[in-house]
Each structure stands twice: as structure tokens, then as C-alpha cells.
């Protein structure tokens, strides 16, 4: 049978979960319009044919039996709190799409009317990274409404803003790239669970003479498979990277003609680093000197040295400065010179996306609020449903909570701060989603929402440098309906005028690359770096390398070789004089999380957790697989703790135990780790609803916010565990 009589369709989409592979999908769609097969790419160089575990099995997530597929409305009188899964929809009724969104969008009216419209308060993050999944007409919407502003703060804004202040743009080190390393540093980076399409490149280093060393608390799958697996006690790692600037200056292992062209600060970052002797890193990071020395020297000596810092450095109460102290080793080393060398924390600076007609933040003024809204921080949700409200200053308590691309009754930390404020009876909740989660069991409405599958959408990447265009491949199911799709109609319920509610996804992708809205398929992007991508060669191609000057062998991508850079200085700045200006300190510098064993609480909760993520989840999504779980059992409700800390504990492996602090606890099951640092337990997220006792670890993590970007502290918190004698479920 020729290609062109085959019943199948095959369609390029992308996978927009919150991942920096953003893979190139193809799926095949049958006769009937049944999607019945997803595999990776094999022409997209990063994806190179392969999907992770989380993704290769996507049809059980689009065909679950349990999806939600219609809109659903909370039935009277039906109590705001947990339940049992399998048992969710008893507390529901469907509805049409007209009846949900009239009352929708009457009741925004109203509340709006009645308490202002910054008491509604809209919450998304990352469940979808399309470009219109993620922020356009849902930005519209809510611009225009005069909602609160969302702070979205939760995953990666200390890292971005820090990695900032260093080099002004997020650029790093191409994946394709890394497959001609000598030494490849992965900090804080599970490539393996989370990142598994630079693993290949790894490999093909590896096999080539590279050395591969991980530093991580705990051993992830990455760790085990690593030449040296360094478990750095959480929390510590700026003392470490300092420790490494010392030995390296020390020894003169910098590159001076780099330091002397590229960067600001050089001398105040040497006094800096002179505080942090190996000795004094030690003692804070648990290494040895020696490790600390040997480190240093492998890096510095290496060439091409490169490194992978992942998010997780950046989840503790400094975790700002850790990540500029980080992000500026390859400064000191020269090691952005070598293709192959220097470092990625994320490449999303390479996408510049034409947001202001995406997103259109000028509706404001045309809002009721006349001005630009209130900004709300996403990683104290708990504080904005309970608290906020309560000073003059503050402007109006929430009353409305529009949950979409999220599941903050699982992910966001102080869990039972978060339930509090969701079971008001007074806050209106609506959700967007595809199953029952511990958000929609506040619900007043749950809107069924579309898979990657069922929608259009562009994307970028954090962890390559392609654009591509994700096509539509299937019908949603049932009367599921896509983000675009719900904001553009209950805009029109609400009787907003503005034409731009009204755009299709393909128009809001043109708005998106900046092409002439009168130009044809050809028309090209004038977005820096895309001038080159027509809507025609997306079309036909799927995925196109924005412009980074990165002809392969004559002219390769050297981030942060030529200057100017966009920071003030123009340069790398070792030395932030806008830190400064803003009362931070311009240097990098370790201080103790206070959540640490270091900190005040630490006689009653001398235990620090790691508030872990499952390599076979997408934070929260996918939790509710069987399949997935099945992948997760080792770890499923059990609790991580060195034999030393159980034996003090007077602990075994499968004792039923407790973990609690002033926050919350949770019944766990203990399971002795020897490769924890001693002092340093491990509990793994998962819904709450899935849990014995009914919550999560984010019962036990802080709303505290870290030093640059505000962002969330998972990684920084105390807890204490207990024999009990019940045994946990599980
Ligand atoms: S989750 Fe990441 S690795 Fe897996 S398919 Fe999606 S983009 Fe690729």
C-alpha cells in the first residue's frame, strides 16, 4: 500500500507537558479519527525517535476510562472536601457547556460587582507548555476581566531570574552539543528521569572517554549511573560551588583572557570566594576537602567541560544565589569556549515570543479596575485564600479561584493551608481539567479540558532550540474543550466587545511569531531568531532551529562568547549591581536554608526532607495511572531515611512511621536508604488522594519564598519521624 492510500494519518504534534525534551510527536490517527499510536520524532535531532516512559503510553492517558468529559456542576448541599477516588463524580451533575458557562460567567459578574475584580484570582502553571495553552487568550481573558495577576512563581522563577542577573539570558549549552564533552557535570539534574533526551548525547560522550559526575542529595537513576555520585547534604550548594571558585583561583586554573573580555566583577567575586575554603565547604555540604579539591581540579582541567543544572537546585530558601554561584563556574573556567563545554540551566531565552498581542495585558485599562491588577504569588496560595484580604492595603480577599493547567490541592506547598482556603464555602472554584483531582474536590464547576492531542498549539523548548508547530491530530472526546477555546467563550458571555476574543489558535500562532496578519503562508516571523520560519515551512517541516548562527562545524553556538550580553554591564556578571541596588547581595554567598539542620527549629525537627519528584510523573500528572504507578511502587508511600537516623529512631525497614512538623504529617512507611546523607529523609509526591491519612508531603512544606524570584522552597524543610503503630496502606 503507498503512503497516500494508507487509512492512517500521521500528525506532528508536540508534547507539552513540563519537560525541557519538548519531543516532537508523531501521532497515528485511524479511519474512525481514533489515535492509535504516539512515537517520537525520528528527524527531530533532539527527540531522535523516542519518547520517555511517562509519554510512549499516552493512550492511556486520552482514552482513561475515567477522563472527565463533560462539564460538571458541584450538586447542592454536596460538602467541599477530599474524596474517595472512583467516588468524585457523587458529589456532581452534568450540565451543557451553555448552562456552565452562563453560570460561570454571571457568577464572575457578580463577584466582580460585588468585591472588586481583583478578588478573582485565576491559577495556572506549566500542565501545558504550548504557547497558547500556557498564557493567551487566558491572559486575555483575565486582563480584561481586571483579575488579579497570577505570580507564577512556583517551578522556576529563583533559577530564570538568577541565571539572569549572571548572563541576562537564558541560553545555555545545545543537548546535540553535549555529545562532545570530556566532563559533564549534572547538578541537581536527573537527566534520566526528567531530562532523558540529553541521556543519549551523555552516552555517546561517555563512550568517547567522557566522565560523568552527579551531585544530588538523593540517588536518583542518573546518580546510579554516574563515574562519582556526589550526595551533597540539600541546601548547600552555593558553599560547594564556592568552595570549587576557591580551589580554582587558588591553584590559577581560571581563564583569564575570558575573565578579562567577558566579564564584570571578576575581583570581588576572587575576595568572595577566598571566605570558602575547601574546609569551610566541607562542613557545610558534608563532602570531604579533598572531594571538594578533586572536583575543582576535574572541572577546571577538563575541556569541554559542561554542565546541567536543573530546577531543583533553585527549590530551596536560597536557591537564587546558589544558582548564580553555579551559573558562573563556566564563567571562571572559559569552559563557555569550548563547543561542548559550558552549561544549560534552560534555553528559553532563545524564544522570542511576540507576547503583548498574545497576551494583551493593555485589556486592563479597558477592565473595571481601569489599571494594571494586583499581583498574587502562586507559591503562597494558602496565605492568598486564607489571609490575603485581611489589611487595607492588601485589596479584596479572593473570591474566586480559576484553576487551569495545575492541581495546586496536590503541588502547592502547605497543603492544609491550601485545603483550608479551597473548602470556603464563600469561594467560588472553577476547574479545567481532565480527571478527578484534589483541586476538583473543591469544585463548584469542573470543565473538562483537551490533551495535546486534541488542540493546536506552538511551542518552544527549555532544553532545546527548535520551534515547532503541535497540529490537532484527534476530536477532543466527549465535549472536552481546549484553553483557547473556553477563555474565548466565556469572554463572549461576558459580553467583552474586543475582536480578539475571537481569534482562532492558527491566528493567535501568527500573532505569536510576529507575521504579517495580511501575509499568506509564507510570510515570514519577524521575531529575532525566526526570521527564517513562514507558518508554510512549520506546516511541512514541524519543527525549525530558531537562528543561533549554528552551522555545525564552521560557526558553532558559544553562548556568551561574544558581547555584548544584556545585563547592565554588558558582560557576565560575577558582581550584580542590581542585586544590590535592590538590597540582595551582589555577590553569591551560602547562608543556611532556616529549614536546615542548621536552623532554630532544628532541636524538634532535625530531619530535612526531600519533598521528592517521581521520575514516571509530571509533578502531579500521571499520578493517577496504573500503569505509572506500577513504574513508581518502590518508592509508593514510603519514606527514605539513612540507617543511622533509624536506628536512632529505633527504626526497621517496614516499620509504619509518622513524619510530621508544625505544618502537618503524614503516614509513611519506612524504608532504609544507606545512599541518603545522614540527617536527609525522602518522600516522593503524589496525589494526596492516593495517600493513606489523605494528604501529600506538601502537608509538610512551607509557603517561606526564596531569595531571588520569590519562588517556592520545597527543598527547605524540617520535619521529625515517629514509629507508629499502625501500618500505613498501601
Ligand atoms: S515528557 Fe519530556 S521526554 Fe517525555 S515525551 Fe514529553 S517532552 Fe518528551
Same mark, same amino acid.
Given at each position: ?169 537564558? %541560553? ?30 551523555? $552516552? ?59 566579564? /564584570? ?9 577566598? =571566605? ?16 571538594? $579539591? ?61 507576547? /503583548? ?82 483541586? #476538583? ?9 483537551? #490533551? ?16 515547532? %508547530? ?69 506546516? $511541512? ?11 555545525? =562545524? ?77 513504574? $513508581? ?5 514510603? %519514606? ?62 512551607? =509557603? ?27
Amino acid at each position: 500500500m503507498t503512503a497516500s492510500a494508507s487509512p492512517f494519518r500521521i500528525v506532528h504534534t508536540v508534547c507539552s507537558h513540563d519537560c525541557p525534551d519538548s519531543c516532537a510527536v508523531l501521532v497515528t490517527v485511524n479511519e474512525q479519527g481514533r489515535a492509535i499510536k504516539v512515537e517520537g520524532d525520528p528527524s527531530q535531532p533532539v527527540t531522535q525517535g523516542f519518547l520517555c516512559g511517562k509519554v510512549a503510553k499516552y493512550l492511556d492517558r486520552v482514552y482513561a476510562p475515567d477522563r472527565i468529559l463533560y462539564p460538571l456542576r458541584r450538586k447542592l448541599g454536596t460538602a467541599k472536601q477530599p474524596r474517595q477516588r472512583g467516588h468524585e463524580h457523587e458529589a456532581f451533575e452534568r450540565v451543557t457547556w451553555d448552562e456552565a458557562l452562563a453560570a460561570i460567567a454571571t457568577r464572575l459578574q457578580q463577584i466582580s460587582d460585588e468585591h472588586g475584580p481583583e478578588s478573582i484570582l485565576p491559577y495556572s502553571y506549566a500542565g501545558t507548555i504550548g504557547v497558547l495553552g500556557f498564557g493567551s487568550m487566558d491572559r486575555r481573558f483575565f486582563h480584561r476581566l481586571g483579575a488579579s495577576r497570577l505570580d507564577r512563581t512556583i517551578c522556576s522563577e529563583a533559577g530564570g531570574q538568577a541565571w539572569n542577573t549572571v548572563y541576562g539570558k537564558k %541560553l545555555g549549552t545545545p543537548t546535540e552539543d553535549f555529545r562532545l564533552a570530556k566532563l559533564i557535570l549534572a547538578w541537581g539534574a536527573n537527566i534520566h528521569g526528567n531530562n532523558v533526551h540529553l541521556w543519549p548525547m551523555i $552516552e555517546q560522550a561517555r563512550r568517547a572517554g567522557a566522565r560523568l559526575i552527579v551531585i544530588d542529595p538523593y540517588r536518583t537513576r542518573t546518580a546510579a549511573l554516574a563515574d562519582w555520585h556526589i550526595a551533597i547534604r540539600p541546601g548547600t550548594d552555593s558553599a560547594l560551588a564556592l568552595g570549587m571558585m576557591h580551589v580554582i583561583l587558588n591553584e590559577g586554573l581560571e581563564d583569564r583572557a575570558y575573565i578579562e573580555a567577558m566579564t /564584570h566583577g571578576f575581583k570581588q567575586l576572587a575576595e568572595r570566594a577566598r =571566605e570558602y575554603t575547601p574546609e569551610r565547604a566541607a562542613a557545610w555540604t558534608g563532602m570531604t576537602a579533598a572531594e571538594i $579539591e578533586q572536583l575543582a581540579r576535574e572541572y577546571a582541567t577538563t575541556r569541554p567541560a559542561a554542565l546541567r543544572m536543573n530546577y531543583g537546585v533553585q527549590r530551596a530558601e536560597f536557591g537564587g544565589s546558589t544558582v548564580r554561584a553555579i551559573a558562573m563556574l563556566p564563567a571562571l573556567t572559559g569552559a563557555w569556549k569550548h563547543r561542548g563545554g559550558g552549561a544549560v540551566l534552560s534555553t528559553s531565552g532563545a524564544f522570542a515570543w511576540n507576547e /503583548h498581542p498574545v497576551r494583551r495585558p493593555d485589556l486592563q485599562l479597558a477592565s473595571p479596575l481601569g489599571r494594571q491588577a494586583r499581583l498574587v504569588n502562586m507559591s503562597a496560595l494558602g496565605q492568598a485564600l486564607t489571609e490575603l484580604g485581611a489589611k487595607p492595603e492588601d485589596g479584596p480577599p479572593v473570591q474566586t479561584l480559576f484553576v487551569y493547567n495545575s492541581n495546586p490541592g496536590a503541588v502547592a506547598p502547605n497543603q492544609n493551608a491550601v485545603r483550608r482556603g479551597l473548602a470556603r464555602p464563600d469561594l467560588f472554584t472553577v476547574v479545567h481539567e481532565l480527571f478527578f483531582t484534589d483541586t #476538583t474536590d473543591y469544585a463548584d464547576y469542573i470543565l473538562p479540558a483537551t #490533551t495535546f492531542l486534541e488542540h493546536t498549539d506552538i511551542q518552544g523548548a527549555y532544553g532545546h532550540y527548535f520551534v515547532q %508547530l503541535s497540529k490537532q491530530a484527534i476530536e477532543p472526546p466527549g465535549e472536552a474543550r481546549s484553553n483557547v477555546w473556553l477563555f474565548g467563550q466565556l469572554a463572549q458571555r461576558m459580553g467583552f466587545p474586543e475582536p480578539c476574543f475571537r481569534d482562532t489558535p492558527q491566528e493567535i500562532i501568527r500573532q505569536a511569531l510576529n507575521m504579517d496578519p495580511a501575509g499568506g503562508p509564507d510570510a515570514p516571523s519577524a521575531n529575532p531568531g525566526m526570521e527564517h520560519i513562514t507558518y508554510a515551512a512549520l506546516e $511541512e517541516r514541524g519543527h525549525i532551529p530558531v537562528d543561533l548562527h549554528n552551522a555545525p =562545524e564552521a560557526h558553532p553556538f558559544l553562548p556568551f562568547t561574544v558581547g555584548p550580553l544584556p545585563t547592565p554591564s554588558g558582560k557576565v556578571e560575577f558582581y550584580s549591581e542590581s542585586l544590590a541596588a535592590a538590597g540582595l547581595d551582589p555577590l553569591p554567598g551560602f547562608t543556611p536554608p532556616t529549614e536546615s539542620r542548621w536552623g532554630t527549629d532544628a532541636a524538634r525537627y532535625p530531619l530535612e526532607l526531600l519533598a521528592r519528584k517521581a521520575d514516571n510523573y509530571m509533578n502531579s500528572t500521571f499520578a493517577n495511572l496504573d500503569g505509572h504507578r506500577k513504574m $513508581e511502587s518502590s518508592t509508593n508511600q514510603r %519514606l527514605e531515611i539513612h540507617p543511622s537516623d533509624a536506628a536512632a529512631r529505633n527504626l526497621a525497614d517496614g516499620d509504619p512511621v509518622r513524619i510530621f512538623n508544625d505544618r502537618g504529617s503524614l503516614p509513611l512507611t519506612a524504608l532504609l536508604n544507606p545512599s541518603l546523607p545522614p540527617g536527609v529523609v525522602a518522600a516522593r509526591l503524589d496525589w494526596a488522594k492516593l495517600h493513606t491519612g489523605g494528604s501529600n508531603v506538601n502537608a509538610l512544606t512551607s =509557603e517561606r519564598l526564596t531569595d531571588i524570584g520569590a519562588g517556592a522552597t520545597f527543598y527547605s524543610t524540617l520535619v521529625e519521624v515517629a514509629k507508629t503503630a499502625e501500618p500505613a496502606k498501601i
